[in-house]
C-alpha cells in the first residue's frame, strides 16, 4: 500500500491529526520566536541534509515535510528514501533547501518526528519479521504517547502491523472490569447486540479458557486471551474451531511471539509497538 493509500485509510483524521501535530510541535517549540535563530542572517537560503544514523524503517515523512512547510513555505525537502523503506547507518535519506532561519526553527520538531516514527516502524517491522511464514498478525494498542495516537498507529502500519481499535470512539472491546460491572459474560454480550451498532466491532477479554467457552456460547465473533500460557493457547485454538477470530495479548516479547504466533492464535496485540522504543537517531546537518 502506498504512503496516499495508507493516509486515505485512516480518513481525515490523520491528516487533520498530522496538520494539529505540526501545529502543536511549532508552538511548543518556538514560542513568540527563535532567539538563536535570529543570529542567521536574514534572506540567506541554505541546503542541508538529514542522515540516519541507525538501521531503520523510515517513517514520518508527512510530518518532517508539514513542519517545514509550515515554517518555510516555499522550502524544498526531496526525499531519497520511501517510506517504509529499509535504511542502513549512514544513510542520507533526505535533502533540505529553505531560507536558513525557518531551517534551524524547523530542525529539532521536524526530526522529532521522524525519530519517534521511524522507531514504531522499525519495531513493527522487527515483530512482523519474527512471525513470518505463520498466519497471524502483529497489531498495536492504545498504549500510545498522549496527542500522537493516529501518527503511532499510522507508523505501526508502515512497518507492516495492524491496527487495533483506533480509540474507544472505534470499537468495543469488553474488559474483566466491563464484564464484572455488567454482570457477566453473556450479560454483557447481550448489551452490546442491544446498542443497534452493528457497523461497531465487538471483542471480549478473556482470561480463562472456562470464560472462553462461556463467550463462544454467548456468540462472540473476536475474542482477546488475555495472558494464556501457550498450552492455553493451543486449547483455545482447537476449542475455538474458527468460530471467532482469536488474539493474544500480555507477555508478548521478541522471545515469545514465534512461538504464540505458531499456537494457530489469528492476531497477537503487543504494546511496547508504541510504549517502549528507544527513538531511531538521525542528524540534520547544514552544508552552506
Given at each position: 500500500?502506498?504512503?496516499?493509500?495508507?493516509?486515505?485509510?485512516?480518513?481525515?483524521a490523520?491528516?487533520?491529526a498530522?496538520?494539529?501535530?505540526?501545529?502543536?510541535?511549532?508552538?511548543?517549540?518556538?514560542?513568540?520566536?527563535?532567539?538563536?535563530?535570529?543570529?542567521?542572517?536574514?534572506?540567506?537560503?541554505?541546503?542541508?541534509?538529514?542522515?540516519?544514523?541507525?538501521?531503520?524503517v523510515?517513517?514520518?515523512?508527512?510530518w518532517?515535510?508539514?513542519?517545514?512547510?509550515?515554517?518555510?513555505?516555499?522550502?524544498?525537502?526531496?526525499?531519497?528514501?520511501?517510506?517504509?523503506?529499509?535504511?542502513?547507518?549512514?544513510?542520507?535519506?533526505?535533502?533540505?533547501?529553505?531560507?536558513?532561519?525557518?531551517?534551524?526553527?524547523?530542525?529539532?520538531?521536524?526530526?522529532?518526528?521522524v525519530?519517534?516514527?521511524?522507531?514504531?516502524?522499525?519495531?513493527?517491522?522487527?515483530?512482523?519479521?519474527?512471525?513470518?511464514?505463520?498466519?497471524?498478525?502483529?497489531?498495536?494498542?492504545?498504549?500510545?504517547?498522549?496527542?500522537?495516537?493516529?501518527?503511532?498507529?499510522?507508523?505501526?502500519?508502515?512497518?507492516?502491523?495492524?491496527?487495533?481499535?483506533?480509540?474507544?470512539?472505534?470499537?468495543?472491546?469488553?474488559?474483566?472490569?466491563?464484564?464484572?460491572?455488567?454482570?457477566?459474560?453473556?450479560?454483557?454480550?447481550?448489551?452490546?447486540?442491544?446498542l443497534?451498532?452493528?457497523?461497531?466491532?465487538?471483542?471480549?477479554?478473556?482470561?480463562?479458557?472456562?470464560?472462553?467457552?462461556?463467550?463462544?456460547?454467548?456468540?462472540?465473533?473476536?475474542?482477546?486471551?488475555?495472558?494464556?500460557?501457550?498450552?492455553?493457547?493451543?486449547?483455545?485454538?482447537?476449542?475455538?474451531?474458527?468460530?471467532?477470530?482469536?488474539?493474544?495479548?500480555?507477555?508478548?516479547?521478541?522471545?515469545?511471539?514465534?512461538?504464540?504466533?505458531?499456537?494457530?492464535?489469528?492476531?497477537?496485540?503487543?504494546?511496547?509497538l508504541?510504549?517502549?522504543?528507544?527513538?531511531?537517531?538521525?542528524?540534520?546537518?547544514?552544508?552552506?
Amino acid at each position: 500500500m502506498s504512503r496516499s493509500e495508507l493516509f486515505q485509510s485512516f480518513g481525515p483524521a490523520l491528516e487533520l491529526a498530522l496538520l494539529k501535530n505540526v501545529h502543536d510541535a511549532i508552538a511548543e517549540d518556538m514560542g513568540n520566536t527563535d532567539w538563536t535563530g535570529l543570529l542567521v542572517p536574514e534572506g540567506k537560503r541554505c541546503k542541508a541534509q538529514l542522515l540516519c544514523r541507525d538501521k531503520a524503517v523510515v517513517c514520518g515523512q508527512d510530518w518532517f515535510n508539514g513542519v517545514f512547510s509550515a515554517l518555510c513555505a516555499d522550502s524544498q525537502v526531496r526525499w531519497q528514501v520511501t517510506e517504509g523503506q529499509e535504511v542502513q547507518p549512514g544513510t542520507v535519506v533526505c535533502e533540505i533547501e529553505a531560507f536558513a532561519r525557518p531551517l534551524l526553527t524547523a530542525e529539532r520538531s521536524a526530526m522529532n518526528y521522524v525519530q519517534l516514527l521511524s522507531a514504531v516502524a522499525t519495531r513493527t517491522r522487527h515483530f512482523v519479521n519474527l512471525i513470518e511464514g505463520t498466519k497471524s498478525s502483529i497489531l498495536d494498542t492504545r498504549k500510545t504517547l498522549p496527542g500522537m495516537r493516529l501518527a503511532q498507529k499510522y507508523a505501526v502500519r508502515v512497518g507492516g502491523g495492524l491496527n487495533q481499535r483506533l480509540a474507544l470512539y472505534d470499537g468495543i472491546l469488553i474488559k474483566e472490569n466491563h464484564i464484572a460491572a455488567a454482570g457477566g459474560i453473556a450479560q454483557v454480550l447481550a448489551n452490546a447486540d442491544a446498542l443497534g451498532a452493528a457497523h461497531v466491532p465487538v471483542q471480549i477479554e478473556v482470561e480463562s479458557l472456562v470464560q472462553l467457552e462461556e463467550a463462544l456460547r454467548a456468540g462472540a465473533k473476536s475474542v482477546l486471551l488475555d495472558n494464556f500460557g501457550l498450552e492455553a493457547m493451543r486449547v483455545a485454538v482447537e476449542l475455538n474451531k474458527n468460530r471467532a477470530i482469536l488474539e493474544a495479548s500480555g507477555g508478548v516479547n521478541e522471545e515469545t511471539v514465534r512461538a504464540i504466533a505458531e499456537t494457530g492464535v489469528d492476531r497477537i496485540s503487543i504494546g511496547s509497538l508504541t510504549k517502549d522504543i528507544a527513538a531511531v537517531d538521525y542528524s540534520l546537518r547544514v552544508l552552506d
